[in-house]
């Protein structure tokens, strides 16, 4: 499998998770303050990490054999790409690029580990999203 097809499913899982967020803003009323509340963040990193959770698992069936840890960072570095871009779209000051793709690339190889233990240890995938999305909304509330 080439490298670019990770990239391309890091690109798909950000956007699916850019307008599954659109989606569901429609229906939640959000606080007029300038502060975020901590459910709407954690709400904002689930769904974000839900969707690299999704698309590690798609890519790995697209695969021949199983996705290794360079394809894993080419598929968070893929989701990061997508998620500046979008922010230098909304605002051309962006604060910081290295950390985006930090916590990106945090999250995607923390879901990444529970994926490839899921052999050993059944609850795997699910202990790799609850660690990406605990840091996640860590790193959004420090914002």
């Known amino acids: 499998m080439t490298s670019g097809l990770s990239l391309i499913f890091g690109f798909l899982a950000a956007s699916a998770a850019l307008l599954l ?3 569901v803003s429609i229906f939640v009323a959000t606080p007029l303050a300038t502060t975020t509340s901590l459910p709407i963040l954690a709400g904002a990193a689930a769904i974000e990490e839900s ?3 999704i698309f590690l698992i798609r ?11 360079a394809q894993a ?3 968070g570095t893929g989701f990061a790409a ?7 779209l909304s605002s051309p000051h962006v604060s910081d690029i290295a950390a985006i793709v930090g916590i990106h690339l945090f999250g995607t190889l923390a879901i990444y580990s529970g994926l490839r233990c899921q052999k050993r ?3 795997g995938p699910a202990a790799g999203l609850l660690i990406a999305i605990s840091v996640h909304v860590l790193y959004n509330s420090s914002l």
Do not use: D, H, P, Y
């Open 21 to 23: 967020q659109v989606f």
């Open 51 to 53: 969707a690299k959770l």
């Open 59 to 69: 890519l790995g069936r697209w695969s021949e054999n199983s996705i290794t840890f």
């Open 73 to 75: 960072a080419l598929f």
């Open 82 to 88: 997508t998620e500046i871009a979008l922010s230098l």
């Open 121 to 123: 240890f059944s609850m």
